[in-house]
């Protein structure tokens, strides 16, 4: 069964902590996987991977894609307090279908 | 401008009714997603949908069905509704195509079933 994990749960930090957040997946045919950040509403994209070893940036956050060992990690340094979110993972095949991870709940403390 | 946008935001119903959840997209997309987030956050595909393909996700009664009257938008219609129908259901777009699966979310419909 395809699946993708998210660890974490949830993590509380201080505003400044750099964090890492966890993403695994077993997903067939797999071929790329995105990171979302959800405020109160909708997700909205943050990175798509799609070749191993290759890190994207995107200002404090950065992720990268490990397909040998079926990872993907999602880091924020200098964490500021409207970082809190939940973070959410999703592997897919490449036809339109995407598994969700059950996400990661970050809360950023002042 | 909103690029992707749900109608209604909130919708409260009774079991067994019948209802729709209306979506368009203005991004010129050809692909449209639902999904459904249950209380605990955990968001699951139901649908995607072009021109071309429907792809359905194997676990969803069949008493869910996207209808598209054209590109721009993908309504969800849902039969006999149950309690376990209520949830946050999120329609999305992308371009489709190898190099690119970046979604845009709307805003998502709180559905409750009474």
């Known amino acids: 069964e395809d699946k993708v994990v998210q660890s974490p749960l949830s993590l509380v930090v201080h505003e400044g902590d750099t964090v890492t957040l966890n993403c695994s997946y077993e997903v067939t045919n797999f071929r790329s996987l995105l990171w979302y950040k959800q405020e109160k509403k909708a997700p909205t994209f943050l990175f798509m991977l799609t070749s191993s070893g290759i890190e994207k940036k995107s200002g404090r956050l950065s992720s990268i894609l490990d397909k040998k060992e079926l990872f993907s990690i999602l880091n924020i340094t200098a964490t500021q307090t409207g970082d809190s979110a939940v973070y959410l993972c999703?592997?897919?095949?490449?036809?339109?279908?995407?598994?969700f991870g059950t996400g990661t709940s970050l809360t950023v403390i002042p | 401008d909103t690029a992707v946008s749900q109608t209604p935001k909130y919708l409260v119903t009774q079991m067994g009714n019948d209802k729709s959840i209306k979506c368009e997209q203005n991004?010129?997309?050809?692909?449209m997603y639902w999904y459904k987030q249950d209380s605990k956050k955990f968001l699951k595909i139901m649908f995607s949908y072009n021109n071309k393909e429907l792809i359905i996700n194997e676990t969803v009664p069949n008493r869910f069905s996207p209808k598209s009257p054209d590109k721009a938008h993908l309504n969800l219609h849902i039969n006999s509704l149950e309690l376990g129908d209520s949830a946050v259901y999120f329609c999305?777009?992308?371009?489709?195509?190898?190099?690119?699966?970046?979604?845009?979310f709307g805003p998502g419909t709180r559905l409750t079933v009474t």
């Open positions: 999305a777009s992308s371009q489709g195509g190898a190099s690119s699966y970046e979604q845009y």
């Open positions: 999703a592997g897919g095949p490449g036809r339109n279908q995407f598994y």
């Open positions: 991004l010129g997309h050809d692909t």
